[in-house]
Every structure is written in C-alpha cells, then in structure tokens.
C-alpha cells in the first residue's frame, strides 16, 4: 500500500449525517484521519498553515459541489467463501463495495461450511484482507451449523474477530437454546442480530399475503409472522438483557412492538434492507425472480410505514442484505427459485429514490446506513469530525444512469434494478484516506 497522503476535499457538499447538515465545506484529510473541518470561506493556504503545510504538501481535489458523506456501512453481507466462490469472492465483493460507496462490509456466516468456529472465522479473515479493498468484519454463527441446537464458543469467536453473532435467515425455533445463546452473549457483552419471523408461518413463503398473492397463486405469509417473531425475541431481551439487532423489519405490524421495546429501555436496535424500501409486493409482476428476497417483498402501505420509521430513526439501519446466486438458482419457476439479489452496487442509487422523491433527506440516510451501523458496531468511522477516520464516498446524487446488471463488479448479477431509470453514482470512494474507487469527475 502507498504510504498516507495529504488530501484536501474541496468545494464539496458535505453530507454530516451526525450533526444532520447538508452544506458546501472541506475536509482535510492526514495518515487516513480527518485531520480538520475548516470553514467554507477559509482560503486553502489559511486551510493549511495551521497544522504546518503548503500547498505543495497537500493532494487538492475540487469536489465541484458534489456530495462528500461518510462511507456506508453495510451490515448482512453474504460474501460466498468458503464453498460458493463462483457466486462471490471476497474480491469481487470487495470491488463491488468500493463502486457502491460502501467502505465497510459486515459479512454474514452462512457460507458452506457456515462460520461457527475460530478456525473457519480466522481462514475468512485472511481472505478477505488478502483480497478485499475494503474494511471487511465477520460476523459468526450463534449455532453450530446455524441449525439452532447448539450454540458456538461465542467468547472464543470473539477473540478471533467475530463483530455479532446470528443464524441469518435460519430462525432458532427452540426458545430454550435461544435464551441460553442471549444470555451467553450478554456475559461476553456480543451483539445478536437475529431474522424476526415466525419459522412454521413463514416457511415455503414466496409471497406476503393478500390479493396479488392469491391472484398469482403463491404460497404466501401473513404480515403477523413478523410480528410474532419479534414479539418473542424481545420477551427473551427482557428475560436476559442481551444486546439485540434484528436485521429486517418490513411490515407496519411490527413497528409498534419495536416501538415499545425501546421505550421499555431494552437494547435493541432495528434495519431493513433497501429492496423493502425502494419496491413492493407488485413488482413481482409476471414471476420475476430477480424480486424474490427474504423475506418477501411487502405491501405498499408496508413500504411506507418502514420509510417513516427510518426517517423517525425507530428503525436504525438501512443495509443492502447483498445475497449473490447464480443464474441457475434464479431462472426457476417462482416458488422453487433461491431468494435474494445483489445490492452493494445499487444500495446508493436506490437510496437516491428516496432522496429524490422528498421521502428521507441525505443526512438521514447517511444515518441509517453510516453512522447507526457504525455505533452499534462500536466503530469510530460513520462521521465527518475531526479524527475519524477517513472513509469516504463522492457521489452525486442527481446524474441518471440505465442500471446494466452485467456492469457490476459482483460475481452474480441478479438485481432487481435491472434496466431500471435511476439516479446517483458514486465517483470515488476513499478507505483510511486511500482512493479505493474512482469514476472519471
């Protein structure tokens, strides 16, 4: 790696997701740390005296207006290694996250094998410092092969680097093993994060039910599966005091509970991925599969009342849940097709439909999808204050683009955006201050 550089951002709007300002400033930035915040009508030269530097010293870079915003960070990252390299590698993950703006992944372990030991956890680990141009940090298994029986050695895991603990999409169905997990955890003080929903209810679902589910003939789940999923977890938080993150909440049925929840004083935190936000339940359309996620895509009403609650910040953290699968797992009849799609790429530009469409500002995003995972992470990166570090995305948030899936940097190309009008590009993205992405400005 180049040794660290001097850069300072200029003429840039500066998307301060902490202080919730959206104005035109400059950063400098030293040895990958914002070194300085100064004001917008200081000269460079009164920029740079100060901390004992000349023109001649500093990389310039004229933002030319764009927006400058901390890096996303994305927790629920699948990254395939070990055992579907040819679905994502932590290269091309990597390669994809820096094109998105995202200078940070939180890698889920539903890999095969899952990662439920120290070992398997160390040999990711590598890999992805071996490969990935940005900050990578794993997650590991509550349970022994994510199958709900036996929880892992949380503490040892720990030690080798785990950042939070879950069974993804694999619900553990018995209340006891789950109990004694959260209370292991709150002993090493380890985040959960955990899939709210009603396993027997939501099991074989490909649809939310309702009309066009009935209409398509798909099996379907009730809204209230959510509901009742997370009913249970928190009355387990009030039983072990563990610290909690669900990873998806998509319906308005839900919200009250989490509303509550907090209130109550528990520690639980809440997000919801970017296809829930941006798409309903009708873009399924004639069975595209490209739209078939985890858990289905909702009602409009549903979309909506998530949309208020990330700008309310009851729901925390908005995430791409990034689930790569190849051609041959998608091109199936509806039902029998693998859920998920690609979203480290498109996580910005569908964020911007929001943005654009006077739902959620920008610092409000960023919020959600820089500082509120940050936090809860316990990471110093998500803000623009002096001494974080220098993770950070140029964007502009109003050029328009035609998405083209085969474009992506991802392995799998199975989006849902594909073909889509869109608005906002990422033109450089900056890790410890190193550019790590750049589009020609």
Do not use: W
Request: a negative charge.
């Amino acid at each position: 790696m180049t040794p660290p550089i001097t850069i300072l951002f200029h003429n840039a709007r500066l998307i301060d997701p902490e202080a919730g300002t959206d104005e035109i400033g400059a950063l400098l930035v030293r040895q990958g740390r914002i070194l300085a915040r100064p004001d917008s009508g200081q000269s460079h030269d009164a920029i740079l005296r100060p901390h004992g530097l000349t023109l001649s010293d500093v990389q310039m870079i004229d933002c030319a207006g764009k927006c400058l915003a901390p890096g996303i960070v994305d927790i629920g990252v699948k990254v395939c290694e070990p055992g579907e390299r040819h679905k994502e590698s932590y290269k091309s993950a990597g390669l994809a996250a820096a094109a998105g703006g995202v200078t940070t992944i939180v890698t889920r372990p539903d890999t095969t094998p899952a990662i439920d030991s120290p070992e398997t956890l160390e040999f990711v680990t590598r890999r992805a410092q071996a490969d990935a141009p940005v900050n990578v940090l794993p997650m590991a298994a509550l349970t022994k092969g994510r199958d709900g029986r036996e929880m892992t050695e949380i503490g040892f895991l720990m030690d080798a680097g785990a950042v939070a603990f879950t069974d993804c999409d694999h619900v553990v169905r018995d209340t006891k093993v789950f109990s004694r997990a959260l209370t292991y955890a709150r002993s090493c003080g380890a985040l959960v994060m955990a899939h709210p929903q009603e396993p027997n209810l939501s099991g074989g679902a490909a649809a939310t039910s309702g009309k066009f589910a009935a209409l398509r003939g798909l099996p379907s789940v009730s809204p209230m599966a959510e509901r009742m999923g997370l009913d249970r977890d928190i009355a387990l938080l009030e039983m072990t005091g563990a610290r909690y993150h669900a990873d998806q909440i998509t319906t308005a049925r839900a919200l009250p509970a989490l509303e509550r929840a907090k209130a109550n004083g528990l520690d639980i935190t809440a997000g919801t991925s970017i296809h829930h936000l941006t798409l309903n339940e009708l873009d399924v359309a004639d069975y595209r599969t490209f739209f078939k996620v985890k858990p289905p895509l909702r009602s409009e009403d549903d979309r909506l009342a998530v949309v208020e609650a990330v700008r309310t910040g009851l729901i925390d953290v908005i995430s791409s849940m990034h689930t790569p699968q190849d051609e041959e797992s998608k091109r199936l009849p509806f039902e029998e097709a693998a859920a998920g799609a690609v979203a480290l790429e498109t996580l910005l530009p569908a964020a911007m439909r929001l943005y654009h469409a006077g739902l959620l500002d920008l610092p409000t995003l960023f919020r959600a999808m820089a500082l509120n995972p940050a936090r809860r992470l316990g990471l110093a990166s998500g803000r623009l204050a002096v001494g974080a570090p220098a993770d950070l995305v140029l964007f502009d948030p109003d050029v328009p683009l035609i998405m083209d899936r085969f474009q992506l940097q991802s392995k799998s190309k199975n989006t849902p955006f594909d073909t889509q009008r869109m608005q906002g590009r990422v033109l450089a993205t900056y890790v410890a201050g190193q550019a790590v992405y750049r589009k020609d400005l």
